[in-house]
């Protein structure tokens, strides 16, 4: 079941002059909901801002959002949470106006299950045709326009194949169609350099801040396919379904297997004790 606010009124509808609609000008954020609580939703609005700033929308209410969240979303309940910003209204034409009215979307799916009660799993991945263009002055933020997605998404039915890995137009391997993608070597993290491309993922921050913590010795940088093919493990994140490591990377007619490293648990642990510390507290 979908519940859902258009800026904060229960059934409201968007305007097909909207600019979301019209031209994917504007940003989301999709959330865990656990117990009634969004996880991570003060990382998540930090990264709405920013991009809020990146597109030159006004500067987000915070607390109005957390209130709107708070309204949506009931104690005990599971699910997920997706905030929606688009410019709003405007003429034809792609000039921006010059005192934009925020369309402001805030939704919420339910679910009976906790994500808690989940364990590690492991996944099939294939390597997708569709490149990833470089841009720089959208690269790391969740904007509307998520067309290069889609059609790699598109690419395969095979259901036993959960995620498919994109390339930018240099070959360097950027993330999932829906994740971000980590691979160790000789205890070394690596993760991709996402300054021209690709999106900076919530739990992407998370891992690469508690494994240093930890003591791992993590690298941001160019990844290539043999990174991933010659990798000890491999692992996928996003904020919805937290880390998953990857069994089999297949395309054309390579496959690439992998074990269960001892990576991939310690950060899917910490994941978890991260998201049981918060629990206390409704976001």
């Given at each position: 079941?979908?519940?859902?606010?258009?800026?904060?009124?229960?059934?409201?509808?968007?305007?097909v002059q909207d600019r979301g609609f019209q031209y994917g000008d504007g940003l989301f954020e999709t959330?865990?909901?656990?117990?009634?609580?969004?996880?991570?939703?003060?990382?998540?609005?930090?990264?709405?801002?920013?991009?809020?700033?990146?597109?030159?929308?006004?500067?987000?209410?915070?607390?109005?959002?957390?209130?709107?969240?708070?309204?949506?979303?009931?104690?005990?309940?599971?699910?997920?949470?997706?905030?929606?910003?688009?410019?709003?209204?405007?003429?034809?034409?792609?000039?921006?106006?010059?005192?934009?009215?925020?369309?402001?979307?805030?939704?919420?799916?339910?679910?009976?299950?906790?994500?808690?009660?989940?364990?590690?799993?492991?996944?099939?991945?294939?390597?997708?045709?569709?490149?990833?263009?470089?841009?720089?002055?959208?690269?790391?933020?969740?904007?509307?326009?998520?067309?290069?997605?889609?059609?790699?998404?598109?690419?395969?039915?095979?259901?036993?194949?959960?995620?498919?890995?994109?390339?930018?137009?240099?070959?360097?391997?950027?993330?999932?169609?829906?994740?971000?993608?980590?691979?160790?070597?000789?205890?070394?993290?690596?993760?991709?350099?996402?300054?021209?491309?690709?999106?900076?993922?919530?739990?992407?921050?998370?891992?690469?801040?508690?494994?240093?913590?930890?003591?791992?010795?993590?690298?941001?940088?160019?990844?290539?396919?043999?990174?991933?093919?010659?990798?000890?493990?491999?692992?996928?994140?996003?904020?919805?379904?937290?880390?998953?490591?990857?069994?089999?990377?297949?395309?054309?007619?390579?496959?690439?297997?992998?074990?269960?490293?001892?990576?991939?648990?310690?950060?899917?642990?910490?994941?978890?004790?991260?998201?049981?510390?918060?629990?206390?507290?409704?976001?």
């Open positions: 079941m979908t519940d859902y606010l258009v800026n904060g009124k229960a059934g409201g509808l968007i305007s959330m865990l909901v656990e117990n009634g609580n969004a996880l991570f939703l003060s990382e998540h609005l930090d990264r709405l801002s920013y991009g809020c700033n990146v597109l030159a929308f006004p500067s987000i209410d915070r607390k109005l959002l957390e209130r709107e969240v708070n309204e949506i979303v009931s104690n005990n309940q599971f699910g997920v949470l997706k905030i929606m910003l688009s410019r709003g209204e405007s003429e034809r034409g792609f000039l921006i106006p010059d005192k934009p009215k925020i369309t402001r979307v805030v939704t919420f799916s339910s679910s009976l299950k906790s994500h808690m009660d989940v364990k590690l799993q492991h996944v099939n991945i294939t390597l997708c045709k569709t490149r990833l263009s470089q841009q720089p002055l959208l690269a790391g933020i969740k904007h509307l326009n998520q067309l290069e997605r889609v059609l790699a998404r598109s690419e395969w039915k095979d259901t036993t194949v959960s995620e498919g890995l994109m390339l930018d137009n240099e070959g360097h391997v950027i993330e999932g169609t829906m994740s971000n993608v980590f691979v160790v070597k000789e205890g070394v993290i690596k993760t991709s350099d996402l300054n021209y491309a690709g999106v900076k993922g919530i739990m992407r921050d998370f891992i690469l801040k508690r494994a240093t913590e930890q003591g791992y010795d993590c690298q941001v940088t160019n990844l290539t396919l043999d990174d991933v093919l010659n990798a000890d493990e491999v692992f996928i994140t996003n904020s919805l379904i937290l880390l998953k490591t990857v069994a089999k990377l297949t395309f054309l007619n390579r496959t690439a297997t992998y074990v269960e490293g001892p990576v991939s648990p310690i950060m899917y642990g910490a994941i978890r004790d991260e998201i049981l510390a918060r629990h206390g507290e409704r976001s």
